[in-house]
Structures are given as C-alpha cells and as structure tokens.
C-alpha cells in the first residue's frame, strides 16, 4: 500500500514538472564567449493556415552534421500547442564569427522530393525557428509566375545582436535562391555575424510586438465606447428600476392596507405575485449548479490568468500562457466545488456526489473530448498538433488526482458553510400556474435578446483577441483585456437584471435558468462573430484548419457562454432577493 502511495505520488510530481516547467527558462540565456548556441528548428506550415503546421524535416530538408546536443524535453503545454523543437546541426558559437560554411546538400532532388518543395511553395510555406528563445520566420522559397519557375532558399544568415553576456537580438534572411529541378543536388549553407547592441535584455521581445496595430486609435475608441456604454447602462437601468420599484412597493404598500374584501376585489399583478414561487428549484438543478460552479471558477480563472500575463510578460516564453492557465485551473478547483455545491445543497438537492463529479468533469471534458477528436483528424494529416499519447495520460492525471480532489474539499466546505437554505420567502407547496404572455416575454426569448448587449461591448476587443491567435500576431496589452472584461460582467449584470425583471412582473418565476442563458446567449453571437472573422477576415483553407477553428471557437464561445451565464445568474441573485426582502409578505 505504501509503494503504491509513493508511485503515485512520484509520478503526479512528474505529471506537475513536465507541465509547468515552461514558467522558468530552459536555460538561464547567459553565455561566455565561444559557448554553444542552440539554433531549434520548430514547424513548417502554409502561411494561410497557422495550426496547419508540421515537423521541419519531414520537408526533405537536411540536417546539419554536428552531433551531440542535448535532446529537448517538451513541456506539456508545448506538446498541446504543436512545438516540435529539433536541433539544425548549426555549430554556432557565442561571439564566434562564422563565414559562409557549406552545413548539408540534398544529393539528388527526386521525384518526390521536387513535387513536395514545389507544393509547399506554392501554398507559401514557411518556417518557424528558435534562438535562446526568440523565435524566428522564413519563407522557404518563391514562385516566379513569368517563367513558372519554383526557387528554393538554400542560404540562411544569421545577424545576432549581444549586450555583454546575453542575446538580445537575432534576425534570419534567407538568401540565395536555386532553380529546382529533377535530379539536381542542393547545397545549403550559412553564415553568422555577431555585433553589438543597445538593446537592453528585458526589452528584446519589444520588436515583436505591434504597437500600430494594438494600441491603433480605433482600439482606444472601442475601450472608450464600451465604458461609456457602461455609464449610460448602470444609469438607465437604475433609473428605470428604482422609479418603477418604487411605484411597485407603493402600490404593494396601498394593497396591504386594504381588507380581504378589496384585495380580491383588486386588479392584482406583477412580480410580488410569485412570491411563494420565485424562490423554487430550478428543472435539473443538478446541471444547473455544475454550470455555476464551472462559471465561477472560470471566472477566476481567467482574473488570474490576465493577472500574470500583465505582471509576468508570458508572452516571451513558449507556451507559459497556456502552462500557466492550466495551472490556476487546476488550483482554483475549490471554487468550483464551493459555490457549485453550496447552491445545489440550497436548491435541496440530495446526490451531491454526482453533482461535484459533473462539475468537476464538466469543463475538462469539453475542452478534452474537442482536443481529442481533433487530434485523430491531425493524425491522418501528420500535423505537429497531434496530440501524444503520454501528454494524455497527463491531461487525464491532472483531473483525476488534483482537480476532482481539490473540487471534492470546496464542495464539502460549501455545503457545510453556505449550504443552508435562507430565501426571504417561503416555497409553496404547489407551484403557481404560469399565465399566457406575449412572445417576446417568453423566457427563450429574453434569453436570445440578453446578449446583444454584452457581445456589443467586446466584439471589437475579440478581433484583436482572435487575430492574435488566428493569425501572426502576439497579444500583449492585458490591461485592456482585463478592463474589456469587467466591462463585460458589468454589462451582462446589467442586461439579465432588466431581462428577470420583465420575466417576473410578467408572473414567470423561472428566472434562474433565463438570467443564467440571457448571460450565456452573448457565446451565441461571438461564434456567429467567428464565422464572420474566418469568412472576411481569414484567407484559410483545407479541412483540417477550418475544423480546428471552429472546434476551438465552439470551445471557447462554450466557455466565454458559462463565464457570462454565470454573472447574469449571481448579479440577478442578488436583485431578487433584495426586492423580495423589502416588501411585506402575508
């Protein structure tokens, strides 16, 4: 029993390390001189279709003949997002000078090697390179459309700038074209020219970045535009709230002191009506509960995850977004467990244990069963972005030994302490029929129409966002994703209180499921959004790219939907049990 104990915790030690080892630099990227500088050699793809990528050499290019480096362990995050590092075979040395040196030749271009180089030119492939962890692109060759001859690169120059013992700049040009055609050899060569820079080591990301782009006028007037919008919303609606409130409770008020007899008499309507109801369980509270459970933690998630990409500058290693999400996931899964088990046990419910399982598995099989159905489309098309064995069994570890026993310890602690039932009224007994109301006041309806709104304050943000991934872009200004965001939950608040409003003084109290959808119905319109972006936006083609956008688009938009679901629900919570918490009840 106790070397099962041990096996299991040495392995989900592994499991952690291959995971997160990508939060710290693979090397410390300090040099003495004449030290060895590892050229990596990563994807190769169509321009068109960025996660259509594939490993470097399967292109027939030669490798390099020196020998003896270090085999490169993969992080877990770099396996999901498709990093294949292979070393060139370039001897290249710290300050070390090297002239233009014949590395590899392609002894004879083949059938099948001349038709590979001249598809992959036509689709405008090229490469993608590492150097101490800046990354480097190129094109492979050209097309001449006069003569219709394919050209391939056989020459790369390296132009590497240094300040003191560290890299701060590297450039790659590939040069010298030659004419492919059957049967002939191909030399390939480089050279390496060191130089000194003023650029300081902390800021040698910055020529990466694209500050025309994200910091463009137009960016600043979407952030603007969406703030004034929140302003105007917050306003109205608690202008038109509070005075229609508080002729509610005035005509609540002037009922109360009628008899019996005046009362029935009366025109009775509006939201007091429902008061033995509007507190009722919602219909399947079990996936109602996971659902906010889920949001909550995703929610924070998220908080946290904008929170070191601002402090930490992810975006200068490989894959530390993606290693550092995964990891405030799978730490933060008590409060999954607490706010999903807390609400079930208020609802009543009795299977908790099914209801912590579904809520622990809920978001991870999603994400999973999409990863994994992709992965057998990427492995008939031998892309990079297939998905190794062993990276599942890890996927799998985490949720097995760290994220349901961590969402086990919120649930326990929610039931116990904030699992106690204490609406402001009382159930009743028989639920009250549900009178006929006009279309537009059906709850599928509101739902629908509640995220407009919210999708209307962060559309413009989300092209940023998805050009950044989508296309050859890298996203750095978290600070303005981070207030688009609360933008978002403002809003959401905002628009599902009106909604329950309208839902209840129209005498329907099943406004937990709508408030949680009207919220959710703004993923809706950022999917139509994708399909708008990949259409207008994208020049991408093929099978495999177009199911992997919308695969993910789907995933995240089922995300970004559970999120905005979640704050309707808990802003319009909290609105309903202060206006039912005022008013008198018999």
């Known amino acids: 029993m106790a070397a099962t104990q041990r096996a299991t915790a040495f392995f989900l030690l592994i499991v952690f390390m291959q995971c997160f080892t990508t939060l710290a630099d693979e090397h410390s990227h300090t040099y003495d001189d004449s030290e060895e500088v590892v050229l990596w050699m990563n994807t190769i793809g169509p321009y068109a279709n960025r996660q259509e990528t594939y490993n470097y050499f399967s292109l027939h290019f ?12 993969e992080s877990m995050a770099e396996d999901l997002q498709g990093i294949e590092l292979e070393f060139s075979g370039l001897d290249i040395h710290y300050k070390r000078t090297q002239s233009k040196l014949q590395y590899c030749t392609i002894d004879n271009l083949d059938k099948d090697k001349l038709d590979s180089f001249k598809y992959a030119i036509r689709n405008n492939y090229w490469f993608q390179a590492y150097l101490d ?49 059957p049967g002939i050899a191909v030399p390939f060569t480089y050279e390496v020219n060191w130089k000194p820079s003023a650029v300081k080591y902390h800021d040698r990301f ?21 703030f004034m919008m929140v302003i105007f919303l917050v306003g109205l609606v608690s202008m038109i709230l509070m005075r229609t409130l508080r002729k509610d409770y005035a005509r609540y008020s002037k009922e109360e002191d009628m008899d019996d007899l005046e009362r029935d008499l009366g025109d009775e309507y509006g939201w007091k009506q429902v008061h033995g109801d509007v507190f009722r369980a919602p219909s399947r509270p079990t996936l109602f509960s996971a659902l906010i459970g ?46 999903g088990g807390s609400l079930y046990a208020r609802l009543g419910g009795k299977r908790w244990i099914r ?66 039932a204490d609406a402001p009224c009382r159930v009743n007994a028989v639920p ?37 991934f989508w296309a050859y872009k890298i996203y750095y200004v978290y600070g303005f994703m981070l207030l688009v965001y609360v933008i978002l939950a403002v809003v959401t608040i905002c628009v599902t209180i009106v909604c329950a409003y309208f839902l209840l003084n129209a005498e329907d109290y099943r406004w937990q499921w709508t ?36 695969g993910y688009m789907g995933v995240l938009s089922m995300g970004l939907g559970i999120v905005c679901g979640t704050f309707g629900y808990a802003g319009t919570n909290a609105f309903v049990r202060k206006i039912y918490s005022t008013v008198k009840i018999d």
Not at 311 to 327: M, N, P, Q, V
Request: contains cysteine.
């Open 432 to 468: 009250r029929p549900i009178p006929e109301k006009k279309w537009y006041m059906e709850p599928y309806v509101i739902a629908l129409l509640g995220g407009i709104l919210p999708f209307g304050s962060i559309f413009i943000e989300m092209y940023f966002i998805f050009t950044s």
């Open 515 to 550: 408030s949680f959808l009207a919220g959710a119905s703004t993923a809706f319109y950022v999917f139509l959004y994708s399909y708008y972006y990949f259409v207008f936006k994208t020049k991408m083609y093929g099978l495999f790219q177009t199911v992997f956008y919308f």
């Open 355 to 420: 209801q912590m399982l579904i809520s622990s598995f809920f978001f991870p099989s999603l994400v999973c069963g999409m990863a994994f159905f992709l992965n057998f489309i990427a492995m008939y098309y031998h892309v990079a972005r297939a998905i190794p064995f062993l990276t599942m069994l890890a996927v799998a570890a985490i949720c097995l030994f760290i994220i349901l026993p961590l969402n086990l310890v919120g649930t326990i602690l929610g039931r116990n302490l904030a699992g106690q």
């Open 294 to 339: 889920c949001g909550y933690q995703l929610a924070v998630v998220t908080v946290c995850t904008i929170a070191l990409a601002i402090f930490g500058d992810l975006y200068t290693e490989r894959s530390s977004l993606l290693a550092a999400a995964i990891f405030v996931y799978a730490a933060t899964s008590p409060v999954n467990g607490y706010f």
């Open 133 to 181: 962890d800046l990354p480097l692109w190129g094109t492979i060759g050209e097309y001449d459309e006069s003569t219709k001859s394919f050209y391939l690169f056989t020459h790369r120059r390296l132009d590497i700038g240094y300040a003191g013992n560290r890299i701060v700049d590297v450039n790659m040009t590939n040069e010298n074209k030659v004419k492919l055609e």
């Open 62 to 73: 030669c490798q390099g003949k020196k020998e003896g480096i270090n085999h490169y362990h």
């Open 206 to 226: 910055d020529k990466y970045l694209d500050p025309s782009f994200f910091q463009h006028r137009i960016h600043w007037f979407s952030i603007f535009n969406s």
